[in-house]
């Protein structure tokens, strides 16, 4: 199982990081997690389709997470895809992709009519909700869902994602939790969004002290995410959603690890980590760890 960071980054616009986006492939399988801004660029770049995708799971209704679905469909169709497109996904979410599906409609149309690709199957989606404890199979790849509190955003997931005895834990968007804790207990890889809070000051006209206490407050701080890490006693971590993008990540691994003894991996676009083997590649390199 290899787990590939095509997106890591946060509403902040950054030339470096896309939007939040994360592709894990099996043999037999592609599993993508949200959608975010840059996505179907991204995919490309790492050698990937999105015609080649067997299901999207969304983690949560906030707009990172989900603005390039329309996108993304229209992309994978253009190249090739002759399936409808299996969407994982909240009720809120699921009403928002029907509601933008809804707006689109006359586009579809019109391409479908003076484009005449052999198939239009692939600008159709099928939603499927996404709820704690009911596992999605695809192929020799099963992602659990499982309950985070990103309050006041409800539902919200991470995921437990496993290929034979291999077990990787996303922690979706997040403040602390004991389901993150049990679900990461003993995993393989935990991949861990992160909220540099000695990096976020007030700046005026952009966010005051109280928006820098909001945005905190259900987000998982460097010192939040280490206890996590020691706590669950996982073999190695990995972080993503970098807030702000720009943090300084030398910085950022040697706080970690002064409270979490593992391996600490600061994520970047175009990084893939296979725990199996306890390798990491990017761009031409390729590490052990």
């Known amino acids: 199982m290899k787990f590939t960071f095509l997106g890591t980054g946060c509403p902040v616009a950054s030339a470096m990081r896309a939007g939040p986006a994360h592709l894990v492939t099996g043999s037999r399988a592609r ?3 949200d959608c975010g801004a840059g996505v179907s660029q991204r995919l490309v770049a790492a050698g990937e389709r999105g015609a080649d995708i067997d299901a999207l799971i969304v983690t949560h209704y906030h707009s990172d997470h989900v603005v390039d679905f329309y996108q993304l469909l229209v992309s994978s169709w253009h190249q090739g895809r002759a399936r409808p497109f299996v969407v994982h996904a909240p009720a809120s ?6 509601r933008i ?3 689109y409609a006359d586009e579809r149309e019109l391409r479908i009519a003076h484009e005449r690709r052999p198939s239009s199957l692939g600008l159709e989606v099928e939603f499927r909700e996404l709820a704690a404890g009911r596992s999605i199979k695809v192929g020799d790849l099963e992602a659990e869902p499982f309950a985070v509190d990103h309050r006041p955003v409800t539902p919200a997931f991470g995921l437990i994602l496993r290929q ?3 077990r990787i834990v996303f922690s979706g ?3 602390p939790a004991s389901s993150l804790v049990e679900a990461a207990r003993g995993a393989a890889l935990l991949v861990c969004e992160v909220f540099v809070d000695r990096e976020m000051v007030p700046t005026p006209g952009v966010r005051s002290a109280e928006t820098i206490s909001a945005v905190r407050s259900y987000h998982l701080t460097p010192r939040q995410i280490a206890n996590t890490a020691r706590e669950a006693e996982v073999d190695a971590l990995a972080l993503t959603h970098f807030v702000p993008p720009n943090a300084d990540r030398a ?6 690890r002064k409270r979490f003894r593992g391996p600490v991996i600061a994520g970047e676009d175009l990084m893939s980590i296979d725990p199996a083997a306890r390798t990491l590649s990017f761009s031409d390199t390729h590490l052990g760890y």
């Open 31 to 33: 599993l993508l997690i």
């Open 93 to 98: 979410v699921i009403s928002h992709m029907r």
């Open 101 to 103: 599906l809804a707006a």
């Open 164 to 166: 034979g005895k291999t």
């Open 173 to 175: 968007d997040t403040r």
């Open 251 to 256: 910085a950022l691994v040697a706080e970690i």
